[in-house]
């Protein structure tokens, strides 16, 4: 453990009253909420909150990616997000013109990969949601992205995503840990995923994991490793491996960047790195450090790696980037255990199993 490390957990730690104080908020709020003096909107269709108890990335944009490719060609699915540092407000529904400042780059990247579904953004979800369903009257199930703390809607099912090496049950509220809702909270949810698990998740691993989390009854509890696909061009799509051989340049701004940096060491010969803040804005002037640290990498099998949460943001350089080997890793969840029919038979049940409450 560094010295930035130790100074930056102490500090951490010197801010426990704060920590207190926000946590008795929290609890207050959500009481407010169980006991019906804060009430949740419903609607007459099934909605599917994808969220966390933490910040930072425990996947949440890959789940909702893997939902929409489950349910897509099936039912009428939209997608509904915050649009967490755009330059706009209020609610819109992309098109084929929307670019990651209008909508943020979650939405963007599911705009760009699911050309055929409904993606919106609005922070406030209650007003969205009218909205969304009068642009489209069609929409089947909405997919909510990182909504799980915020109660104003009652979705269906909440799918809770928690980190394999930081579960929620070990975490504190902010600032001295990363929670932003309490661990009670997990209680409200149908499904808990344990995300960016090792690929080789041992069986009495996974029994202490779920001890440990304490499910109810009526709670389902899954486990995923990250995997990751064949890097593409991110402008003309053609795609490369990453070999041995390679020297690599990775651009990353996104919360947790640690599986990804393991997985490209363990693949490349070295790689170098290029980071930036969590849903950080390009500038030309990066792209001319890009540029510059790239060129500074001698060797003949180089190219530059970015995620996509990063390439929709970068895309808008597509002039400078057309001759440049900058090329894009995708990322999905895949499950553990052979649970994933299981995992999509709960999802599908549910779409189905309201639709038909609701026709009675």
Not at 180 to 197: F, L, M, N, P, W
Not at 320 to 346: C, D, W
Request: proline fraction near 4%; charged fraction near 25%; charge should be neutral.
């Amino acid at each position: 453990m560094n010295f930035n490390t130790i100074f930056y957990k102490s500090f951490r730690i010197l801010l426990l009253p704060f920590a207190l104080l926000y946590g008795a908020i929290i609890l207050v709020r959500n009481w407010l909420f169980d006991k019906n003096h804060l009430r949740s909107a419903q609607y007459n269709l099934p909605i599917i909150c994808v969220g966390n108890l933490a910040v930072g990335g425990t996947g949440k944009s890959p789940m909702v990616e893997y939902l929409v490719g489950l349910l897509k060609d099936t039912f009428k699915v939209a997608t509904l997000s915050r649009g967490y540092k755009r330059k706009t407000k209020g609610y819109a529904l992309a098109n084929e013109n929307t670019t990651a400042l209008e909508i943020g780059d979650e939405p963007m990247q599911f705009n760009a990969k699911f050309p055929g579904i409904a993606v919106a953004v609005g922070e406030a979800r209650i007003e969205a949601i009218p909205q969304l369903l009068h642009d489209r009257a069609d929409t089947q199930v909405i997919i909510l992205d990182d909504a799980f703390q915020h109660r104003a809607v009652n979705a269906g099912l909440n799918i809770l995503l928690t980190e394999y090496n930081d579960l929620f049950t070990n975490d504190f509220y902010l600032p001295t840990g990363d929670l932003r809702d309490s661990r009670s909270s997990a209680k409200r949810a149908q499904i808990i995923v344990v995300t960016k698990c090792p690929p080789y998740l041992g069986e009495v691993e996974k029994k202490a994991i779920i001890a440990d989390i304490g499910p109810t009854p009526n709670q389902k509890i899954f486990f995923t490793c990250i995997e990751y696909g064949r890097p593409y061009h991110i402008i003309d799509g053609s795609q490369r491996d990453i070999t041995e051989h390679d020297e690599i340049l990775l651009v990353c701004g996104i919360a947790n960047p640690k599986p990804l940096k393991q997985y490209i060491a363990e693949h490349a010969d070295t790689y170098y790195q290029q980071d930036y803040g969590d849903h950080h804005i390009f500038t030309i002037d990066d792209l001319k450090e890009i540029n510059k640290k790239f060129n500074d990498i001698s060797s003949e099998h180089r190219c530059i790696i970015t995620t996509e949460k990063d390439a929709v943001r970068l895309i808008k350089f597509k002039d400078q980037l057309s001759t440049l080997p900058m090329y894009v890793l995708p990322i999905r969840h895949k499950f553990l255990f052979e649970e994933g029919r299981a995992f999509n038979e709960t999802v599908v049940h549910f779409i189905k199993h309201f639709t038909l409450d609701v026709a009675e």
